[in-house]
C-alpha cells in the first residue's frame, strides 16, 4: 500500500509539472506559427532533446529492452542503423530543411513545404502527404497509447482500457492548448529522465545483483552464449541478409519523420544546429545503450528469480524497476515510460492537427483562414485525432515494437526520398514529388501484406528504393522547375 502511495505521488507530481509547462506555453502562444512551429525559436538542448524524445518514444523503454531481452546482440544491429540515421540526418537535413522551410514562404509543415519548395498552385501534393501523415500517425500514436496502458496496468494493476484513457488524457491536456512550445519545453524534461533512467536502472541493477558488466556477460554466455553472438538469433541460427539489412534499416526512416523534422525547421539559427548535433547523437546514443543493457540485466533476473518465465519481454524495465529500487526511486524511474510516452504522443499529435488544419482545412476549405482560426482547427483536431488513436490502441496485446515499425517505414519511404532530394536536387519538380511521395507510402502498405522470402525484408527497404526511382523517373520525363525555383533552390543551397 505504501509503495503504491509513493509511485502514484510521484506520477501526480510528473503530471502536473507538465500541465504547469504547457500552461506558461499557452501564455506564450498567440498564433498557427507559435501553435504549430514555435515561432521558431528553439535553442539546440530543446531542439536536440525533443526531437530524440519525440523520436524514441515509449518503445525506447519498453520495445528495445524487451527486442534485447529475447534476442541479445542482435539487438546491437537496429540501435546502430538508428543512431547512425539520427547522426546522418542532423549533419546533412537539418540545417538545410531550415532554411528552405524559411525560404519556402515560411512553410510550417512539411507538406506546405513541398508545395511551396515547387511553386505549385495545385494542392494535390499538399493534401496526399495530409493524408499519409495521419494514416500512419494513427498507429505511432496508439503504439504510445498502448505503452501507457501497460505501464499503468503493470504498476498500479488497473484494467488496461481504463490506464490507457487516462493517460491519453493527460497527453491531450497540454498539447492542446500549449502547441509547439509545450511539446518542446516538456520533451526537454522528459528526455533528460529517459536517458537519466536508462543509465541508471541497469547500473543499479548490476550493483544490486552483486554482478559487473563482464561478470553478466559471462552468466549471459552460460546461459545462452548465442544470445552474445550478433550474427545469429537466440536459438543460434546465423541471421540471414535479409535479418541484417531489415534491422540497419531502421535507420533510413529518420528522414521523413515529420515529428522530427518539425525539429529542424523550429530551430532559432542556423549556427545552433552543429551543437544540436552532438547533444542529439550522444543522448542516442547513451539512451539506447541503456535500453539494452536494461533487457541484458532483465534477462538474467528473470532466469534468476522468475523461472525464467516472463509473458511480454516488453514489460521488463517495468519488473526490474519494481522489484529492486525504493517505491520513491521507483516512481521517478517509472515516470520516465510516462515521458516517452507522453514526448512522442504529443509530437505526433501536434503534427497531426497541423497537418488537418494546415493542409485541409486552410488549403482547401477556407484559404482565407486567419492564424488564428487555423490554431483553433488545430486545437479540435487533436482531440479527434487521439479519440481514433484510442480505438485503435484498445488492444492490450498489441506490441509497441510492432506498431511503431509500421509507422516508422510508412514515414520514411513517404517522405524520406521526396525531402532529401528535394533539397539536394535542383531538377526534381512537383511531379516527382508526388510520385515518389504516393510510391513510397503504397509500397509500405501493400508490402506489409505479403510474407515469404524477399517480402520478410523491412518495408522500409523496398519502400524507399522504389520512391526514389519515381521522383527520378516522373521528375525527369516532366517539364523542368522554373527559373524562380531554381534560384531558391541555388540560394539554399550557398547558405547551407
Not at 115 to 142: D, G, P, W
Not at 338 to 358: F, I
Not at 488 to 493: G, K, M, S
Request: charged share 10%; net charge negative.
Amino acid at each position: 500500500m505504501e509503495s503504491t502511495f509513493a509511485i502514484t505521488a510521484t506520477f501526480v507530481a510528473y503530471l502536473l509539472l507538465m500541465l504547469f509547462i504547457g500552461f506558461i506555453a499557452w501564455k506564450k502562444t498567440s498564433g498557427s506559427s507559435d501553435y504549430f512551429l514555435g515561432g521558431r525559436s528553439l535553442g539546440p538542448w530543446p531542439a536536440a532533446l525533443s526531437a530524440g524524445a519525440s523520436d524514441m518514444s515509449g518503445w525506447l523503454l519498453l520495445g528495445l529492452p524487451g527486442y534485447a531481452f529475447a534476442s541479445g546482440f542482435e539487438a546491437f544491429w537496429l540501435a546502430g542503423g538508428l543512431l547512425a540515421g539520427t547522426w546522418l540526418n542532423w549533419l546533412y537535413v537539418a540545417k538545410r530543411l531550415r532554411n528552405y522551410t524559411i525560404a519556402a514562404d515560411n512553410a510550417l509543415t512539411l507538406p506546405a513545404f513541398f508545395t511551396n519548395r515547387f511553386k505549385s498552385e495545385s494542392k494535390s501534393l499538399q493534401v496526399v502527404s495530409a493524408v499519409f501523415i495521419l494514416l500512419f500517425f494513427l498507429f505511432y500514436t496508439s503504439s504510445g497509447l498502448v505503452a501507457g496502458g501497460k505501464l499503468f496496468e503493470t504498476v498500479f494493476e488497473l484494467d488496461y482500457k481504463i490506464a490507457v484513457v487516462t493517460g491519453a488524457g493527460c497527453i491531450i491536456a497540454y498539447t492542446l492548448f500549449g502547441g509547439f512550445l509545450a511539446v518542446s519545453w516538456t520533451d526537454l524534461v522528459q528526455g533528460l529522465l529517459m536517458a537519466a533512467a536508462l543509465v541508471i536502472v541497469p547500473i543499479m541493477a548490476m550493483q544490486i545483483m552483486d554482478t559487473g558488466l563482464f561478470e553478466m556477460m559471462g552468466q549471459m554466455e552460460k546461459f545462452n552464449a548465442s544470445l552474445l553472438n550478433p550474427f545469429t538469433d537466440a536459438n543460434g541460427k546465423a541471421l540471414g541478409w535479409i535479418s541484417v539489412l531489415s534491422l540497419l534499416g531502421w535507420g533510413l526512416g529518420y528522414f521523413g519523420q515529420p515529428h522530427i523534422l518539425a525539429r529542424f525547421a523550429a530551430v532559432r539559427s542556423s549556427e545552433d544546429i552543429s551543437t544540436a548535433r552532438r547533444i542529439a547523437v550522444t543522448w542516442s546514443g547513451l539512451s539506447m545503450l541503456g535500453a539494452m543493457l536494461v533487457g541484458f540485466v532483465g534477462l538474467l533476473y528473470v532466469n534468476a528469480h522468475m523461472g525464467g518465465e516472463l509473458g511480454d519481454g516488453e514489460t521488463i524495465f517495468m519488473i526490474l524497476v519494481n522489484t529492486l529500487f525504493h517505491p520513491v526511486v521507483a516512481g521517478i524511474l517509472l515516470a520516465a515510460i510516462l515521458a516517452a510516452v507522453m514526448s512522442t504522443a504529443d509530437s505526433q499529435l501536434l503534427v497531426s492537427s497541423s497537418a488537418l488544419a494546415e493542409d485541409v482545412y486552410r488549403a482547401v476549405v477556407n484559404k482565407d483562414a486567419t492564424p488564428e482560426q487555423v490554431m483553433k482547427v488545430g486545437r479540435f483536431a487533436v482531440i479527434g485525432i487521439a479519440l481514433v488513436a484510442l480505438m485503435l490502441a484498445m488492444n492490450p496485446d498489441s506490441s509497441v515494437l510492432g506498431l511503431v515499425s509500421y509507422a516508422w517505414a510508412g514515414f520514411g519511404a513517404a517522405f524520406g526520398p521526396a525531402l532529401v532530394l528535394s533539397l539536394f536536387w535542383s531538377r526534381m519538380n512537383y511531379a516527382g514529388a508526388l510520385a515518389g511521395i504516393i510510391t513510397g507510402g503504397v509500397t509500405v502498405v501493400v508490402w506489409k501484406q505479403l510474407q515469404g522470402g524477399w517480402f520478410d525484408l523491412y518495408e522500409i527497404i523496398p519502400g524507399i528504393i522504389l520512391a526514389t526511382i519515381a521522383v527520378i523517373v516522373a521528375s525527369l520525363v516532366t517539364q523542368e522547375p522554373d527559373d524562380e525555383v531554381v534560384q531558391i533552390f541555388d540560394q539554399v543551397a550557398a547558405e547551407s
